[in-house]
Each structure stands twice: as structure tokens, then as C-alpha cells.
């Protein structure tokens, strides 16, 4: 089969977001994502709810995605499918679903890891996007996960540094919840941010390896802080909202640049590519562009719709796979905690 004709059809089901995307020759055709709002009201995403709606969402996500991409189901050359890591719930409902229709329509199944395909929505081909040389260092900061991986290869990859507790995005979220912000508060605590004072009060950054995260601390830090003042000055969040967020913005965000200049420092390598919703954070996006001018640093930050949970980046690993006839078996099982 020539690239031309080649369709791969990438499902992502491991969070709280149904999606489905066809590439074509390393362009995609179509990215539909069923966003779940049910787990709003809960503040944090309710694994049982996250699997009930996958259930309901697939089948008309799968039929848009092949809609939007204007094919019919049996022009697709393969299935993509996230494996793992994830809710157990939710990868059932995929991999079930995508193991099924591989067999039905008779082309390879392949299995994709979610964190690598997070690392490889940087090849997809966009308008504004460059694709990082290797060797590069990733950083991929969301809701569910905060890691520096080294990749020499589209395959090759080596995590350097994680956190030990809550994601990134968490202490963004739990920190907004603390303000009465609604869930997720990371947008908001970033558009407060860029109206207060970074250094109006001072967050502890927690101590861990050189490479490493953790955020449990700054969250109980944020809590503290807040009931004191707000036991002195009831309108105490009200009146200083933009100088509370920029604050934990700027504690967040020096703290993963420490990270990521530990990092270039002991592995020599200056071309940095961020990933995951977190990557939309003005402030991230800031330090990074000067982290160019001041160290040389080559970054690469995907659109955004490929940073956030998509089947963009799951069919995008599907064809560099597709390539080397790396196919999964058909009794392939979900894996919650699937490694590289
Ligand atoms: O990648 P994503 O859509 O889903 C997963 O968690 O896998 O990331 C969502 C996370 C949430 O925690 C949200 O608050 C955070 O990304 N987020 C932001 C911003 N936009 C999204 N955090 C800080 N600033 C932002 N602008
Ligand atoms: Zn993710």
C-alpha cells in the first residue's frame, strides 16, 4: 500500500475524553473529541462515569471521525488504539471496541502507549508545527501526568524524571478549587495570573530528585495560606484573586523549569518539546521562549488540540508503527499501568 491510500484510524479512550482521529500520510483528517462533562460537578473525573459515557460516546465519535475525514470504514489500512496507561474502565472500552472492528474489517490491529503518543504529537504535520530532531527532551505536563522523557528515537524513549504524587495539572486545579474556582481551574488561575503580582506571596517548592516533581505539598501550602488570611479578611480571595494565582502560577512554573534545566544540564540536550494541557499555560509558554534567548534552547510546543487527550497523536503513532508492520495481536489485553 502506498502512503497515499494508507488511513489509520486512532482511538483514544484512557481518561474522561472519547476520541477518534484519522491521519493520512502524516496529516490528519479528522480529530473528534467527546468531551465529558459529567464529572464537573464532581471536581475529578468518576472513573465507573468515565467508562458508562465512553460506552455511549464511541460509536458516534468513531462514525464523525470517518465522517469528517470524508472515508468509508473499509478504506482504513489499520486500527490504532490506546493500550495503557489509564482508568481500567475506560481502556476497555476502546481496546474492546477497536479490537472488534479491526477483526471485522480484517486490518492489523496496533497498540499505542498514551505517554509515548503524547511525545509523538510532535511529528504530526500542522501548520506552525516542527517536528523536534533527535535527540530531544520531552516534557509532558497535564491533569494525569507530569514526566521528563529523553527520546532518541521515535521508540527509544527513557523517563529522566516524574512526580511522586499529584500531576501537574492537578496542583493547578486543586489550587483553584481552594479560590472557589470551578473545575478545571487551570485556564482561570492562568487568566488571573496575567493580571497580578508573581511575587505577592511566596509558595515552598518542594524538595525531590534533581528531575523529579511533587505537588501534594503546594496545594496544602495554598490551603493554609488561605484559611489564615481568609480568617483575618473574609474578602481576602475577592480582593487579591490576580496576585494569589499569578503567585502559584509562578512557584508552578519556576519549578518546572528547574526541572527541565536540570535535565538539559545532565543530558547535554537543548531541544525541548512540552506537551499535555498544562503546555497552554501563558506562563510555561513565557519561560520558555525566553529559556531560547537566554540558553540557546530549541522548544517545540504542538497545536493545542494535539496536547490535550486526542486520537490525533494515537493514529500518528499508529502509522510510524504502520510502517514497520508493528501490529498487536488480536488477544492484546489493556494495560492501566502500560510501560514504555
Ligand atoms: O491534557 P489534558 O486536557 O487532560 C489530561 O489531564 O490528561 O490536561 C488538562 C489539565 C487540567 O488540569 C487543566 O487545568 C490544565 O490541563 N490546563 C491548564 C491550562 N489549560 C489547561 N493549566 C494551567 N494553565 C492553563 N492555561
Ligand atoms: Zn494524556
Known sequence: MTQKNCYIL??????????????????????????QAIHEQYGGVVPELASRAHQQNIVPVVHQALRIANIDKNQLSAIAFTRGPGLMGSLLVGTSFSKSLALGLGIPLID???????????????????????????????????????????FEMEIIGQTIDDAVGEAFDKSAKILGLPYPGGPLVDKYAQQGNPKAFKFPKPKVGPMDFSFSGLKTSVLYFVEKEVAQNPDFISENIADICASIQFTIVDYL??????????????????????????GIRNALK??????????????????TDNAAMIAMVGELKYKTQNFAENNVVASARMKF
Open 112 to 154: 499505542v502507549n498514551h505517554m509515548q503518543a503524547h511525545i509523538l504529537a510532535h511529528f504530526i504535520k500542522a501548520e506552525g508545527q516542527t517536528a523536534p530532531n533527535f535527540p530531544f527532551l520531552a516534557m509532558t505536563i497535564s491533569g494525569g501526568h507530569t514526566q521528563i522523557v529523553k527520546v532518541t528515537d521515535y
Open 10 to 35: 486512532g482511538i483514544e479512550s484512557s481518561c474522561d475524553d472519547t476520541a477518534a482521529a484519522v491521519i493520512n500520510n502524516g496529516e490528519i483528517r479528522s480529530n473528534v473529541v467527546a468531551t
Open 290 to 307: 525566553e529559556a531560547e534567548k537566554k540558553y540557546g534552547w530549541k522548544t517545540h510546543i504542538p497545536k493545542f488540540e494535539f496536547c
Open 257 to 282: 523549569m528547574d526541572k527541565l534545566k536540570n535535565a538539559v544540564k545532565k543530558t547535554g540536550i537543548k531541544e525541548v518539546a512540552i506537551g499535555g494541557g498544562v503546555s497552554a499555560n501563558s
